[in-house]
């Protein structure tokens, strides 16, 4: 779907930035769809890449366990478009010896190009168990878990790369000696949500500290991610850290022409995207589309497509009766009545499509097994708590 409509240039042109290498792959746009759950599936990365072809779009994050024991639901999670590539996967695991295995059947059965692994997520079912987030403050299990799977796939070809915060709190940074382990240990980018799992997604990114660890990370590309919500954000983050790409998450809910705008902005011009209500409406009804080709059923197409709805209509004057009908629409003829009824001259309304999208949370607590920061090193009784971490995660 192509939108015509541009808004003025509200950045001067730059210029092109060099295309991002991970392992044998060039991504001519430096730029990674962030993994989200319930958002990165096949759906929506077909869409997004149809307004940013170059860039790289990741899997939704999928459980090494479930992948193993070949999981139905993380089997579809898995499938890419026929025209999709690379073919970009992201593991979540706590044991090495899966996280083998995981990394085995993406790579013998030809279902990868490119493997990310996990080590962000701040869920609290998740650090309770030390996954996610809280995992690389045990530092030689993290190095076990990434010398599993970049021995299983380098050997195959399929580069590895790792995406982490900044740590568990401000009192327990890992960051900067797991981009160490990763890069001793042959991973083919590093990449760092600037913020701690206790932060959540509150508060503002420390930038920074992607600079800081772009310091300690030489030899392979470095990443950044947090606060990226439109392509001058992209920009300055690259300006302002060094770093060699960006990682958009949050930014590109109910606005996948983002991509459209960091293409634009790394390949140096200025221009942005500014659909009327009529185009974002055309783009939502493609997106249900996809999701009912993907689901293969259209009543949860629709379900699935409800949660958009905001993100979509964010700052148009769509009318709270509407919205309120469409977040509870339940096949394609009932949105078809519905879209039929927005304004499709409505303008782009500016500043009030735009920043922040998603929810922030407030900062917390993280929730971790008993006496995890009482050492780096990983006690019986902990590796017995890592066990379960896997079976905490529901879904693929």
Same mark, same amino acid.
């Given at each position: 779907?192509?939108?015509?409509?541009?808004?003025?240039?509200?950045?001067?042109?730059?210029?092109?930035?060099?295309?991002?290498?991970?392992?044998?792959?060039?991504?001519?746009?430096?730029?990674?769809?962030?993994?989200?759950?319930?958002?990165?599936?096949?759906?929506?990365?077909?869409?997004?890449?149809?307004?940013?072809?170059?860039?790289?779009?990741?899997?939704?994050?999928?459980?090494?366990?479930?992948?193993?024991?070949?999981?139905?639901?993380?089997?579809?999670?898995?499938?890419?478009?026929?025209?999709?590539?690379?073919?970009?996967?992201?593991?979540?695991?706590?044991?090495?010896?899966?996280?083998?295995?995981?990394?085995?059947?993406?790579?013998?059965?030809?279902?990868?190009?490119?493997?990310?692994?996990?080590?962000?997520?701040?869920?609290?079912?998740?650090?309770?168990?030390?996954?996610?987030?809280?995992?690389?403050?045990?530092?030689?299990?993290?190095?076990?878990?990434?010398?599993?799977?970049?021995?299983?796939?380098?050997?195959?070809?399929?580069?590895?790369?790792?995406?982490?915060?900044?740590?568990?709190?401000?009192?327990?940074?890992?960051?900067?000696?797991?981009?160490?382990?990763?890069?001793?240990?042959?991973?083919?980018?590093?990449?760092?949500?600037?913020?701690?799992?206790?932060?959540?997604?509150?508060?503002?990114?420390?930038?920074?500290?992607?600079?800081?660890?772009?310091?300690?990370?030489?030899?392979?590309?470095?990443?950044?991610?947090?606060?990226?919500?439109?392509?001058?954000?992209?920009?300055?983050?690259?300006?302002?850290?060094?770093?060699?790409? #960006?990682?958009?998450?949050?930014?590109? $809910?109910?606005?996948?022409? =983002?991509?459209? *705008?960091?293409? +634009? %902005?790394? !390949?140096?011009?200025?221009?942005?995207?500014?659909?009327?209500?009529?185009?974002?409406?055309?783009?939502?009804?493609?997106?249900?589309?996809?999701?009912?080709?993907?689901?293969?059923?259209?009543?949860?197409?629709?379900?699935?497509?409800?949660?958009?709805?905001?993100?979509?209509?964010?700052?148009?004057?769509?009318?709270?009766?509407?919205?309120?009908?469409?977040?509870?629409?339940?096949?394609?003829?009932?949105?078809?009545?519905?879209?039929?009824?927005?304004?499709?001259?409505?303008?782009?309304?500016?500043?009030?499509?735009?920043?922040?999208?998603?929810?922030?949370?407030?900062?917390?607590? #993280?929730?971790?097994?008993?006496?995890? $920061?009482?050492?780096?090193? =990983?006690?019986? *009784?902990?590796? +017995? %708590?890592? !066990?379960?971490?896997?079976?905490?995660?529901?879904?693929?």
């Amino acid at each position: 779907m192509t939108i015509s409509t541009a808004s003025p240039p509200t950045t001067a042109a730059t210029a092109p930035a060099p295309p991002l290498r991970i392992g044998p792959h060039t991504i001519g746009t430096p730029v990674v769809l962030a993994p989200m759950a319930g958002i990165t599936n096949r759906a929506f990365r077909r869409l997004c890449r149809q307004w940013g072809p170059d860039c790289l779009y990741v899997s939704e994050m999928i459980t090494s366990r479930a992948l193993v024991e070949r999981s139905p639901e993380t089997m579809r999670l898995i499938e890419h478009d026929a025209g999709e590539s690379p073919r970009s996967i992201q593991l979540y695991g706590v044991d090495p010896a899966t996280v083998r295995l995981a990394a085995r059947l993406l790579v013998t059965e030809d279902r990868a190009d490119h493997i990310d692994l996990n080590f962000g997520c701040p869920v609290p079912k998740v650090t309770r168990k030390g996954g996610g987030a809280a995992l690389p403050w045990k530092t030689e299990l993290f190095r076990g878990i990434v010398s599993a799977a970049v021995g299983e796939a380098s050997a195959r070809g399929i580069p590895v790369t790792v995406k982490m915060r900044i740590g568990i709190d401000e009192d327990h940074h890992t960051y900067l000696e797991a981009g160490r382990i990763a890069q001793q240990e042959g991973v083919a980018a590093v990449a760092l949500h600037a913020r701690t799992a206790s932060q959540a997604y509150s508060g503002q990114a420390d930038w920074s500290a992607i600079a800081r660890l772009r310091e300690v990370v030489t030899q392979v590309p470095v990443l950044g991610n947090g606060d990226i919500w439109s392509a001058a954000d992209a920009v300055a983050m690259v300006r302002a850290t060094g770093c060699d790409g #960006v990682v958009v998450g949050r930014g590109c $809910l109910g606005r996948p022409w =983002l991509f459209a *705008d960091l293409t +634009a %902005a790394f !390949a140096g011009s200025a221009h942005t995207t500014a659909p009327t209500l009529g185009e974002v409406a055309r783009t939502l009804r493609e997106h249900t589309e996809f999701l009912a080709e993907f689901y293969g059923d259209e009543g949860r197409a629709c379900r699935d497509i409800r949660k958009h709805i905001a993100w979509y209509l964010k700052g148009f004057r769509a009318g709270s009766q509407i919205r309120h009908q469409l977040a509870l629409v339940d096949d394609l003829a009932a949105l078809d009545g519905l879209l039929a009824n927005l304004d499709p001259d409505d303008p782009w309304p500016g500043d009030d499509a735009e920043g922040p999208r998603g929810r922030a949370g407030s900062p917390r607590r #993280v929730a971790l097994p008993e006496h995890w $920061l009482d050492s780096r090193d =990983l006690h019986p *009784d902990q590796a +017995a %708590a890592v !066990a379960h971490a896997e079976l905490s995660v529901s879904g693929g």
